[in-house]
């Protein structure tokens, strides 16, 4: 249940880090820092013996600082599925986020695999549009949870986990061709 949490972390740090990568649009390549403090939400299903799978979304605000020192914002949510092989306690999560910034919306997905404190993975931009059409960029991403409450109810689907957390990509790579 915990993996859940580190599932929801990673999306809300990989939706995090595509925003902060824009920063100020020009076209060109890049480097940015990213930090991204996020909350979650979603359902828990027992999908077979010592298995669950998480279904939710992941929102929140990502601080980026770009190679050239500047600081920027952007809105983001992340739906993903996280499966959690309770015997080993580890989770594989993949998600997409939409990065909501002036000038057009960036795109991702990302992968994660780890334990339920910390999980490592990577996040690839998939597509853009407005001043951020064409953009392409990935970077590893780290995502680690604060706090969970945890439901009881997990068969019926009910909601069962809420959870704060903060993703961090140290140096994720872009590339904006101009845009439209």
Same mark, same amino acid.
């Given at each position: 249940m915990g993996k859940r949490l580190r599932t929801v972390r990673a999306a809300s740090f990989l939706g995090l880090l595509i925003v902060g990568l824009v920063g100020p649009v020009?076209?060109?390549?890049?480097?940015?820092?990213?930090?991204?403090?996020w909350e979650g939400n979603g359902r828990l299903y027992k999908v077979g013996p010592g298995r669950l799978q998480f279904l939710g979304s992941f929102e929140g605000i990502m601080y980026v600082r770009s190679g050239g020192g500047d600081f920027d914002t952007a809105l983001f949510v992340c739906p993903a599925i996280e499966e959690i092989d309770v015997a080993s306690n580890t989770t594989t999560t993949h998600g997409r986020c939409h990065i909501v910034i002036a000038g057009g919306n960036i795109f991702s997905e990302f992968e994660c695999v780890g334990d339920r404190k910390i999980c490592k993975g990577s996040m690839t931009l998939t597509a853009g549009t407005g001043e951020f059409a064409g953009i392409t960029g990935s970077g590893a991403m780290e995502a680690r949870t604060v706090m969970s409450s945890l439901g009881s109810d997990v068969a !019926? #689907?009910?909601?069962?986990?809420?959870? !704060? #957390?903060?993703a961090v990509w140290p140096s994720f790579e872009y590339?904006?061709?101009g845009g439209e």
């Open positions: 020009s076209a060109g390549d890049g480097v940015a820092e990213i930090i991204a403090p !019926s #689907g009910h909601p069962v986990e809420e959870a !704060s #957390g903060i590339s904006v061709p």
